[in-house]
């Protein structure tokens, strides 16, 4: 689980955009994050988000993603 270290990407209301400042966790999940395309500075919008909230609808470089509660707990943004 994230950190209480600020603003996470769970946080972020459905049509706002986002940008990621740091990636919490460690090894495999830092990992996955990474491999879809999520690293520091890059700008990722809300679209959708599942009615109990997992998973969460992102784009991300121009494609859709989704996204666990558990991952998007884990992105610091501003």
Same mark, same amino acid.
């Given at each position: 689980?994230?950190e209480?270290?600020?603003?996470?990407l769970?946080?972020?209301?459905?049509?706002?955009?986002?940008?990621?400042?740091?990636l919490?966790?460690?090894? +495999?999940?830092?990992?996955?994050?990474m %491999?879809?395309?999520?690293?520091?500075?890059? %700008?990722?919008?809300?679209?959708?988000? +599942?009615?109990?909230? %997992?998973?969460?609808e992102v784009t991300?470089?121009?494609?859709?993603?989704s996204l666990?509660?558990?991952?998007?707990e884990?992105i610091?943004?501003?």
């Open positions: 689980m994230a209480e270290q600020g603003k996470t769970r946080d972020v209301a459905i049509g706002e955009t986002a940008i990621v400042r740091r919490n966790g460690e090894g +495999a999940l830092k990992r996955h994050i %491999d879809m395309g999520i690293t520091k500075g890059t %700008d990722i919008s809300v679209r959708k988000v +599942a009615p109990l909230g %997992d998973p969460i991300v470089r121009g494609y859709e993603l666990r509660k558990s991952e998007a884990s610091l943004v501003a």
